[in-house]
């Protein structure tokens, strides 16, 4: 069990996790948003997914000092997708 929590640690593994789980949510939601495209809630929580992720590999990037901006723009990107899923949602 330690080895596995050294490794989730040394390979920042824990973002990937939560990317992957995000995914998951993102392609079920996005299924339920064509086969009900007048149900708001599943827009709104597809779109908030998918801001979320971006949001995760942003902060993934900005660890490393080489990609830093990229991180930073993934981070702004992510929050511009939630924002216009509630927009288009409320």
Same mark, same amino acid.
């Given at each position: ?36 495209? =007048?149900?708001? %809630? #599943?827009?709104? *929580?597809?779109?908030?997914? /998918?801001? @979320? ?19 930073? =723009?993934?981070? %702004? #990107?992510?929050? *511009?997708?939630?924002?216009? /899923?509630? @927009?288009?949602?409320?």
């Amino acid at each position: 069990m330690d080895k596995l929590k050294k490794l989730i640690k040394d390979f920042s593994l824990s973002y990937d996790i939560i990317n992957l789980l995000l995914g998951m949510v993102l392609l079920i939601f996005l299924i339920l948003v064509f086969r009900h495209p =007048s149900n708001r %809630l #599943f827009l709104f *929580i597809a779109f908030t997914s /998918g801001g @979320l992720m971006n949001i995760v590999n942003g902060l993934k990037y900005k660890k490393d000092p080489k990609r830093k901006n990229m991180g930073m =723009s993934f981070i %702004l #990107f992510g929050m *511009i997708v939630i924002l216009i /899923g509630f @927009l288009i949602t409320v």
